[in-house]
């Protein structure tokens, strides 16, 4: 099944842009930081009850977008994978507040 990438209509102002895609009943919402924050991707997949997430942000107040966006897509988030160990994929998890609420497995894929 293929989708086509579109603009995602904000819910929350941002300075990044969203791009949403829909495959069956799972959407990729994909968050990209502007220029300013060099142009960092997270992935938020949504299934039916909750969202995963690959990748933080590396400046914080783009890291603090995401956050702000999840929360508008109304399901718990039940874990968050980083894809390699560069910072620009990591440095910004201190401002997801549900990473500490609970334990979260949070995965680090091997390089």
């Known amino acids: 099944m293929e989708a086509a990438w579109k603009p995602h209509e904000k819910p929350v102002a941002l300075k990044g842009n ?8 799972t959407k990729v919402h994909s968050y990209l930081s502007p220029p300013d924050g060099l142009m960092v991707n997270t992935q938020i997949v949504e299934g039916h009850s909750s969202v995963v997430i690959f990748d933080g942000q590396l400046h914080l107040p783009y890291a603090e977008e995401v956050a702000s966006y999840i929360k508008t897509i109304g399901k718990p988030v039940d874990r968050f994978i980083l894809s390699h160990g560069h910072s620009d994929h990591w440095s910004g998890l201190q401002v997801y507040d549900f990473l500490q609420q609970k334990c979260m497995p949070l995965q680090v894929l091997p390089s």
Not at 18 to 25: C, D, E, I, L, N
Request: proline content about 0%.
């Open 18 to 25: 969203v791009y949403v895609s829909t495959y069956g009943q």
